[in-house]
């Protein structure tokens, strides 16, 4: 594959089949961050909240058998060869859910949204990859770095199951336990027990993450040219596709371009199999602007979370980076912050 199709080409095709299972577990699984967590504050359910668990779980099993089966170096991937930072990962965190309630969806969302026809997720992605390459590159970037500064190659990988093999414990059996683990707790209360369908669609979004690890993995070290090992997340790959829209003849694929346009496909798929694909726009002033504003947080965000919520929600932590839980529950509590302004706002009951 790799001599007919080359590296970066074949890296494309492996993000895009990911992506677009991602696309039709939003469309047709119902898969969505800002969902689940709006269904478990205000709605007294938290089935979708428990698909979350079971993708984490699915992923952080998946990823720790490639580990143990030497189909992935997990000590490589950004997760855990960049030192933590616990502030950027809180403020960052903090932000990107704040940004995801005000826009109504996260990177990964909106463009789950754009795949059914609605327009105004076409402006949240446009001006959310805008905003992440504006502090990740751009004219930002260097008060970014001096407030948050990056080192990569950490003397130790940065991730829960190196650090419990200092004491013995071989990271396949850590993640092993963690991850059945969450599916057992996701799954273990009848009466909130997510659905057959649930279930199945939130194994596709783990499995999903897994097959970018392996594949990714695969083509650095099998190919001759340097590839990144990396895996789903959407922030600055959406920013990374509008640049190879425009710049195609003087540049390559890459896993980033193929799973970002993967997700639209599954979900046009996924929303013309349910009958739900429609064209819809935004009537309300007042609510672009709304939205335009959450995507203008989110991007920046998820830069200093260094992931949004599939990146570090997922993706991070199916390797057990340390900054995965922290960056998930900061991206709840903004959330949270965002729907309780939106929803009952922040003026105490009378």
Known sequence: MLETLGEANTAALIGLIGGIALGLAARIGRFCTLGAIEDALYGADNRRLKMWAIAIGVAIVGA??????????GSETAYLDRVWNPLGTIIGGLMFGYGMALSGNCGYGALARLGGGDLRSFVIVVVMALSAYFV???????????????????????????????????????GLVIGTG??????????????????????????????????????????????????HT?????????????????????????????????????SYSKGHFRWEA????????????????????????VGCSV????????????????????IFAGAAIGLRQLITGFAPAE
């Open 64 to 73: 720790h058998l490639a580990i143990g089966f030497g189909l992935l170096d």
């Open 136 to 174: 990740m590159s751009g004219p930002l970037a260097h008060a970014r770095v001096w407030l948050f500064p990056e080192v990569t190659g950490a003397t130790s990988p940065q991730g829960f199951a190196q650090l419990f093999e200092v004491y013995g414990v071989a990271p396949l059996v850590t």
């Open 182 to 231: 969450l599916v057992v707790l996701a799954i273990a209360r009848a009466e909130t027990r997510p659905s057959y369908k649930q279930v199945f669609w939130a194994s596709v979004v783990g499995l999903a993450v897994v097959s970018g690890w392996v594949g990714t993995y695969w083509i650095a070290t099998t190919g001759f040219d340097a590839e990144p090992i990396e895996t």
């Open 234 to 270: 959407f922030a600055a790959p959406i920013g990374d596709t509008i640049i190879y829209g425009m710049t195609a003849s003087g540049n390559a694929l890459s896993f980033s371009v193929g799973s970002v346009l993967g997700v639209v496909i599954g979900a046009v798929l996924g």
């Open 282 to 305: 935004c009537e309300d002033p007042r609510e672009l602007r709304r939205q335009l504003l959450g995507a203008a947080i989110m991007g920046p965000g998820a830069i200093l979370a």
């Open 311 to 330: 990146g570090q929600g997922i993706s991070a932590f199916s390797v057990l980076a340390f900054s995965a839980p922290i960056a998930f529950i900061a």
